[in-house]
């Protein structure tokens, strides 16, 4: 899974978790390979968190 802002709308987070979210998903894209790395695996424990109901992995 490509995660995308409408991934992250669709867990319905709001306030802090919402701006750190989107936050995750602009540094996912970085050019900085350590930085995208380490986004993505806070963005596929964000989504296992937020209880999807299925094991996602977020790749570039």
């Given amino acids: 899974m490509i995660a ?7 867990l319905g987070l709001r306030g802090y978790a919402a701006q750190a979210a989107d936050e995750l998903v602009e540094r996912a894209a970085s050019d900085d390979p350590a930085a995208a790395a380490a986004a993505r695996s806070a963005l596929t424990l964000l989504f296992r968190l937020a209880g999807t109901g299925e094991r996602q992995e977020v790749r570039r």
């Avoid at 995308?4 to 669709?10: A, C, I, K, N, Y």
């Fill in 4 to 10: 995308d802002p409408s991934d992250v709308s669709e």
